[in-house]
Nanobody, 122 residues
Framework: QKLLVESGGGVVQAGGSLRLACTAPGNIYNNHVMAWFRQGPRDEREFVAGFVRDDRRTDYADAVKGRFTISRDDAKNTVYLQMNSLKVEDASVYYC???????????????WGKGTLVTVSS
């Protein structure tokens, strides 16, 4: 069983919005930096958005800057990804990720969620 649990995926029209959520056990949430990845065109997991270690600053992939926003609710041990102005190219399986280092390469991730499917129709 995956320790990180995503929700919020679904089918949306191009130009629409979705909000993803990821919950984690407290011991993971409080000792890791959180991020979102998605499955790339060749099945690699590519970075989408994440927090910076020991900081509340955020980092985004160029493809989603200005459209996606990562946020968190510490009382709920939950990280969110608000996705606006969705494009067909954004369709993918999105994964929540937790890292002690906060270096946003897939190899630096300690825990993964099972993924949630986002489908964008034209």
């Amino acid at each position: 069983q995956k320790l990180l649990v995503e929700s919020g995926g679904g089918v949306v029209q191009a130009g629409g919005s979705l909000r993803l959520a990821c919950t984690a056990p407290g011991n993971i949430y409080n000792n890791h930096v959180m991020a979102w990845f998605r499955q790339g065109p060749r099945d690699e997991r590519e970075f989408v958005a994440g927090f910076v270690r020991d900081d509340r600053r955020t980092d985004y992939a160029d493809a989603v800057k200005g459209r996606f926003t990562i946020s968190r609710d510490d009382a709920k041990n939950t990280v969110y990804l608000q996705m606006n102005s969705l494009k067909v190219e954004d369709a993918s399986v999105y994964y929540c990720a937790a890292s002690t280092l906060g270096y946003w390469r897939s190899s630096s991730v300690d825990y993964w969620g099972k993924g949630t499917l986002v489908t964008v129709s034209s």
